[in-house]
């Protein structure tokens, strides 16, 4: 049978996840694993999952496990709209962020739409938008918020002058994906000011906001503005990421096109996990277990800045995240991290190549390096490897700086 | 913010569920529900699945709640292979069948591509193939063989000469929504013929298949050519719709862009849930729930069949289904189950109005009814006030056959 013949022309633009594809190739536990955004086995409330499934069954009943609302049962969407001070009919449940981003990815995106993105961006959201079509624009960031909206406002006059809609940017403004970095109050400003302007959305991905390890919580774009935002949150990285559940917080016209879409998704989110969450919540589990998380993430975190430090050859550069999962190498120019991986995959120590979180193919000589996954010795032996292989790379390449080293 | 201007082409084309409407509208346990196509709340294991939810958490720890494989977690994946008898490779885990059926729809079809299928067919489907702008082409049912195969010919033909290809055929062949009935297997056969002459696939949507209450079972459309078939598999009314999980079943190349695509939609499907339901599997629960709610359900709708004969007034006609969930319910001509169901609902009884299950928007004078959900002392007092609604309105309406009544 032909089935070449039967695919959808979306198809032709569907991209493989090279981190999933990793996933495929080894066993996570028999490397040293800078690749996934995985979360460690140690953050998990194993004890406090079970309970809460033995109680929610007990209280419940048959309701824990029957189908339930498109919206989310009433008592998660409750939860989350005490916890995060938003009205109940602005609170949608998801089967997962990534469901998030993909559904108002659907609902918003024609083939050659524009959506906007930092560059570079979560690869995730770059498969989600590719898969409809989207005609992605990666800007640049710059620290100088004049350059900053200076690069904004270019990029979607080029998109204007090219006759292509821009239909919204997306942002992960709290410790990025891949980059570790967070964008400061006045750039968040801007951006609201430029979608206000130019009339589109901005959708905040936010899986990690929860999880900053020092400095202060800078306001959520959201709460810039909560008509121009659609503000996405996710209980993996805070709860467990094998429950599967996310939200969408933002105006009621939009989540009614999303709530309508998601019927036909899967008509509603894991109805007893919907339940342990919502158990996690009001019971204060779920606040106790992000403070632990914290505790041991910003080891890992800070622990990794010193090891880089100790171990990476000079001409590499990272960045110093205040939160979340991941910071950012930056090899000499000239590095190749996709052609690299097989030989570190292959010395058994994994990343995931930096040029894939970026739109337009750029950051060969990048890595996006995970450091909640392994505890510190893990990381220590795993970097000193993969220092070792950059600076052999870095050698054979002739491009070591620090020929004495 | 002008968000009409920021929708998709597609959200033109999105339905909502008169279903989940209803769900929206009126608190299940107040009125007489023959709405939905929820299992009985006394057909969960409640014991079974705490024990399941502990025993995996207390063998898997960690493993339980971290990501896992977009294939599903190969436990699973090894227990569906050895229930269904079909290899590894053919086996993919989806977040819902409903999911299934979503991404089959969106790896297959571009807007104005032809869905076949027969007429009435499932609201949930129709609503998916909507959602992507299909072109749908719903085949009234024939018992005569000759009669069924020209049917669909015609169908074809009529695409074909409309310059449209057909993508696939979806099919519920038993005990189907909403009429209850089961396709012969030389109507299966046909089918195989049809998908294999024309080059398209079939989507064999098969939720109800294991709950056959007499009679002996009719190979899957599946059994007869696995290479052109999509097989739809799911845990909702065997084991518990508030789980999300269902399978599907088919070639590796066909599987593989539903793979890829399924990155982007949600990563993996929910993972304890998954151990829980390879848990209720392999222990032999699953088998013994099975039982259980076929002891269940055959009552009901052995029941509900003596009822409807007690109750409805002369002209309605039902069929009898050997399985599954539903039956479908025929008012004579100039009835309008849509318009009837105001009345219906402000008296306190629930159906979906059969119209909704027609492509082309026929069978107004029809309606489809749940026999799973209610016991048999409340089908009993919700027929008795339907039928007594339904004899009111023939008389309003003039077309009571049976004026002596």
Do not use: F, G, I, T
């Given at each position: 049978m032909d089935y070449d013949s039967l695919f959808s022309a979306d198809t032709a633009s569907f991209m493989r996840s090279p981190v999933r594809e990793i996933f495929k190739r080894v066993d996570l536990s028999k490397i040293y694993s800078f690749a996934g955004g995985y979360p460690s086995p140690d953050a998990f409330d194993l004890e406090g999952v079970k309970q809460s499934a033995l109680q929610v069954i007990d209280r419940y009943g048959s309701k824990a496990l029957q189908y339930n609302a498109t919206q989310g049962i009433p008592e998660l969407r409750q939860a989350l709209s005490e916890r995060y001070g938003v009205p109940l009919e602005r609170v949608q449940v998801t089967t997962s962020s990534q469901q998030g981003i993909d559904v108002c990815t659907r609902v918003m995106v024609d083939p050659g739409d524009v959506v906007l993105t930092s560059n570079p961006s979560y690869l995730g959201a770059l498969q989600s938008f590719r898969s409809y079509r989207a005609h992605i624009v990666g800007v640049p960031h710059s620290n100088d918020d004049g350059e900053f909206r200076a690069r904004y406002e270019q990029a979607i006059d080029q998109c204007k002058r090219q006759g292509r809609k821009v239909k919204f940017l997306y942002m992960i403004p709290d410790f990025q994906n891949p980059s570790g970095e967070t964008l400061p109050l006045s750039q968040r400003r801007l951006l609201v000011e430029l979608a206000r302007e130019h009339g589109f959305v901005i959708v905040e991905d936010s899986p990690y906001r929860e999880l900053r390890y020092r400095g202060h919580d800078v306001p959520t774009i959201y709460s810039l503005d909560p008509d121009c935002v659609l503000h996405l949150g996710s209980f993996s990285k805070i709860l467990a990421p094998g429950l599967r559940l996310g939200w969408i917080l933002g105006n009621p016209q939009l989540l009614d096109q999303i709530y309508v879409c998601k019927q036909s998704l899967?008509?509603?989110?894991p109805v007893l996990d919907q339940y342990i969450a919502t158990q996690f919540v009001t019971s204060g589990r779920l606040d106790a277990n992000i403070e632990k998380i914290k505790g041991l993430y910003s080891r890992r975190c800070q622990g990794m800045q010193e090891l880089l430090a100790r171990y990476m050859p000079q001409g590499v550069t990272w960045t110093r995240p205040d939160g979340g999962l991941f910071l950012f190498l930056t090899m000499p120019q000239g590095f190749d991290a996709v052609k690299f991986y097989d030989r570190a995959l292959d010395n058994g120590v994994a990343y995931v190549a930096g040029s894939f979180f970026h739109p337009d193919g750029s950051g060969l000589n990048t890595m996006r390096l995970n450091f909640s996954f392994m505890d510190l010795e893990r990381i220590d032996k795993g970097l000193q490897l993969l220092a070792r292989l950059i600076g052999e790379e870095l050698d054979a390449l002739g491009l070591r700086c620090d020929a004495g080293q």
């Open positions: 899967d008509l509603c989110a």
